[in-house]
């Protein structure tokens, strides 16, 4: 995707390197505002993720990631992501009104907080965000939810195939799924369609999950679905 082409709205899905790439460069601007005692560059780093917030578009980060030689094979939901942008925008608001309010140590342990989990979520790749909304979803849900939300019919098991628009891995895996078990309990289930898709135990699309007769979450495949995991999931679902 050139950089030209980024949409004016964030999709159901992102890259998964485009949320740690956005993550190193709040928290090395959070880092230098510490370190340094740079109170407008805090200001910036909220600037920039209020931005990514509005759409990519907007945003010069998502700009320059755009310009990056590297293409998504899966997708990450993109809600969970959002949240924790949201989480981030919130401290920094927070931390520029301890620091031009007269509390700069306050303001700077904020930042700092932001600084050090931004750069672990960069390195590692663990959205701590992410994790948060997850666990917030499902426990605001309950197994009526599930099987509301994304229409389930029958005694169950179901199993979900989750996928995303522009995913290149989704096609395949859906058609292999869908191969492996002819029958009317495998649900498709796209993100742009059902955002709340996102609230599942999944951290990229593809992916299979199974949902018990009572509408818990059972076995959870995602990202590259082979002959293994579809069989695996074939096998879950009886």
């Not at 370190?35 to 759409?55: D, M, R």
């Not at 140590?105 to 663990?126: D, H, K, M, T």
């Not at 002819?182 to 990229?204: C, F, K, Q, R």
């Amino acid at each position: 995707m050139s950089a030209r082409a980024l949409p004016a709205r964030t999709p159901p899905a992102v890259h998964p390197w485009a949320a740690r790439f956005a993550q190193a460069v709040t928290g090395l601007l959070c880092l230098e505002a510490v370190l340094f005692q740079t109170p407008p560059v805090v200001i910036v780093a909220a600037v920039l993720i209020a931005l990514a917030l509005i759409g990519p578009r907007w945003s010069p980060v998502a700009y320059l990631f755009a310009l990056l030689p590297v293409r998504p094979a899966e997708l990450e939901p993109a809600k969970p992501v959002r949240f924790a942008q949201w989480i981030a925008v919130a401290m920094l608001a927070a931390a520029i009104v301890l620091l031009y309010a007269g509390a700069p140590i306050a303001g700077w342990i904020v930042a700092g907080v932001v600084a050090a989990v931004a750069l672990f979520s960069a390195i590692s790749g663990i959205c701590i965000g992410c994790i948060a909304w997850k666990q917030i979803a499902r426990r605001a849900g309950s197994a009526h939810d599930l099987k509301v939300a994304f229409g389930l019919q029958g005694e169950g098991p179901w199993l979900l195939v989750v996928t995303a628009p522009n995913c290149p891995r989704c096609g395949p895996a859906k058609q292999a799924i869908h191969a492996a078990a002819d029958t009317d309990a495998v649900v498709d289930v796209d993100l742009a369609e059902h955002p709340e898709a996102g609230a599942l135990p999944i951290w990229s699309v593809p992916a299979g999950v199974i949902i018990t007769p009572s509408g818990q979450v059972g076995l959870v495949k995602a990202g590259r679905i082979g002959a293994d995991e579809v069989r695996a999931l074939v096998s879950a679902l009886g």
